[in-house]
């Protein structure tokens, strides 16, 4: 860990006068690229992507280099300015989003964009947290490599934004979540020191992994700089399937049989119900349905293969499908010609969240449950929830693998939105966790708590692990400048019993 010399000392001030000492010194160190007050250039990064938290900030800061970041937060800490990180502003839980009190900086990392390095010998690229995925996508594949991680997206996140959530996505069956694709790691902490975790080391046994303490903490720990990422060899044959089912059940079935049929080499397998299927493609006028009938449940399945015998693959997919559909299984199927009808697949899946989002009000929860028990949760909490809310609708979706579920409940006809999402719709998430938990489930699984789930957590995690996490804080953020109010709630938030409970196990 570097230790860099901290800034002298400024003149203590109050109000306005402390807040221009602080904002003139920070334009001597950013310069006019790298800070900024106009309201209309920082508006479009004070609203969450789903447009349901707007907050203020002093300034825009968008340092270009760790050196900066570090002297950036140095300043901060001098000043006692709470700092919000930002990367590409597409996160789904507010977590990049400062307070109404307009006291927080917003620490942009969208400059620092360069890919220091890809080696297709190691297996490595070293990158800057502001790099958007499909950029390093389109590097990897350049170098006839490729990074296992994508998400709808892609487009947007950046690279910081992915590791601070511990981002999923849809290759996690095969590849795990960003932390599986992390080798090492660069970080600015509160104080202003840089830690350097960079080495890729597959073995290494000095203590903690504190990469790993970092990762998924949303800036509340550390501000993610670079990263050293694992690559893995092109995709040279790739086979992608769209099938209609008659229930979850047998789409779990179907996961199992092709997890045995397809090996490694099953890479994705992705459910979709008719409602989500109908609501894409009356959302996208180009959009087309795979297969001449709908079916209540739809599955779509991904395999690849680092060979170069695509025929192989695809017969060996067409091989499992058919004996699925001879055993009753499933209803249909169609295997895609071409990576383009193959990406017109996956569009239809990438297109759920904006399509349901265009047909109203609508409580949606990221959330996961045991693999195994996946689709009975579905089963039992779908009737749970519209029954205990009449004219609600709900809708599930997701990576049936890894037992991660989207559950969007859909407002009734004519709700307002942004009055039903505060007032019946926290009810319903509340519940939703409630059923989660009961199913010894994970009230986040792949975009982090933010500032929208904090409460949740106070209310139903492990108080021992919620004691834990705030000494980890404390020790790291004393002062408690990183990304205040996200993530981690006050012990204020734990209700007595809670406490009491903490308290009789440590």
């Known amino acids: 860990m570097n230790r860099p010399t901290p800034p002298p000392a400024l003149?203590?001030?109050?109000?306005?006068?402390?807040?221009?000492?602080?904002?003139?010194?920070?334009?001597?160190?950013?310069?006019?690229?790298g800070l900024t007050t106009d309201p209309?250039?920082?508006?479009?990064?004070?609203?969450?992507?789903?447009?349901?938290y707007t907050g203020r900030a002093l300034a825009l800061a968008a340092p270009a280099s760790t050196a900066e970041v570090a002297a950036l937060v140095r300043l901060c800490a001098a000043h006692g300015v709470p700092i919000v990180p930002q990367g590409g502003n597409s996160g789904m839980a507010g977590g990049a989003t400062p307070d109404e009190s307009g006291t927080a900086m917003i620490l942009s990392l969208r400059r620092m964009n360069a890919i220091r390095a890809v080696d297709p010998a190691a297996g490595q690229a070293v990158c800057e947290a502001g790099v958007v995925l499909q950029t390093l996508h389109?590097?990897?594949?350049?170098?006839q490599m490729r990074f296992p991680l994508t998400l709808g997206g892609k487009g947007s996140a950046t690279i910081g934004g992915l590791i601070a959530t511990n981002a999923g996505g849809t290759q996690v069956l095969r590849h795990g979540t960003m932390r599986a694709q992390v080798l090492g790691l660069e970080a600015v902490l509160a104080s202003?020191?840089?830690?350097?975790?960079?080495?890729?080391?597959?073995?290494d046994n000095r203590g903690f992994d504190l990469k790993q303490l970092l990762i998924g903490s949303e800036g509340t720990l550390g501000i993610v700089t670079a990263a050293?990422?694992?690559?893995?060899?092109?995709?040279?044959?790739?086979?992608?399937?769209?099938?209609?089912?008659?229930?979850?059940?047998?789409?779990?079935?179907?996961?199992?049989?092709?997890?045995?049929?397809?090996?490694?080499?099953?890479?994705?397998?992705?459910?979709v119900p008719a409602h989500c299927l109908e609501s894409v493609l009356a959302h996208q006028p180009t959009a087309r349905a795979p297969l001449a009938e709908a079916h209540a449940w739809n599955a779509l399945i991904e395999c690849v293969s680092p060979a170069h015998d695509s025929h192989a693959l695809r017969e060996s997919l067409e091989t499992a499908l058919a004996a699925a559909l001879e055993d009753g299984l499933i209803a249909d199927a169609a295997i895609a010609a071409n990576d383009t009808q193959a990406e017109a697949f996956w569009g239809l899946r990438d297109g759920i969240s904006a399509a349901e989002r265009?047909?109203?009000?609508?409580?949606?929860?990221?959330?996961?449950?045991?693999?195994?028990?996946?689709?009975?949760?579905?089963?039992?909490?779908?009737p749970a929830i519209e029954t205990a809310h009449p004219g609600t609708s709900v809708v599930a979706f997701g990576h049936l693998g890894d037992g991660n579920v989207h559950f969007h409940v859909l407002a009734p006809q004519g709700a307002v939105r942004g009055v039903w999402e505060e007032a019946e719709g926290k009810a319903v998430s509340a519940e939703v966790y409630d059923l989660v938990t009961q199913w010894g489930g994970s009230i986040s699984a792949e975009h982090g708590i933010g500032q929208m789930k904090v409460d949740e957590l106070a209310r139903l995690h492990d108080p021992v692990a919620l004691a834990v996490m705030r000494s980890v804080k404390q020790a790291l953020d004393p002062a408690g400048l990183l990304n205040p109010g996200k993530l981690l709630p006050a012990a204020s938030h734990l209700a007595p019993s809670q406490l009491a409970r903490a308290d009789a196990k440590a």
Request: net charge negative; with cysteine.
């Open 40 to 52: 209309e250039r920082m508006d479009t990064w004070l609203t969450d992507w789903r447009g349901r």
């Open 358 to 382: 265009a047909l109203g009000p609508a409580m949606q929860h990221d959330i996961s449950v045991p693999v195994g028990a996946m689709p009975e949760f579905i089963l039992a909490a779908t």
């Open 11 to 33: 003149p203590a001030s109050s109000g306005s006068q402390a807040s221009e000492a602080f904002l003139a010194a920070a334009a001597a160190l950013l310069g006019e690229r």
């Open 228 to 271: 050293c990422l694992r690559l893995l060899p092109a995709t040279r044959a790739r086979a992608t399937a769209w099938v209609g089912l008659g229930g979850i059940i047998e789409a779990r079935t179907l996961l199992r049989q092709m997890e045995r049929a397809m090996g490694d080499a099953l890479e994705g397998f992705e459910v």
């Open 192 to 203: 202003g020191e840089v830690l350097d975790l960079m080495t890729p080391l597959k073995k």
């Open 138 to 143: 389109d590097a990897a594949e350049a170098a």
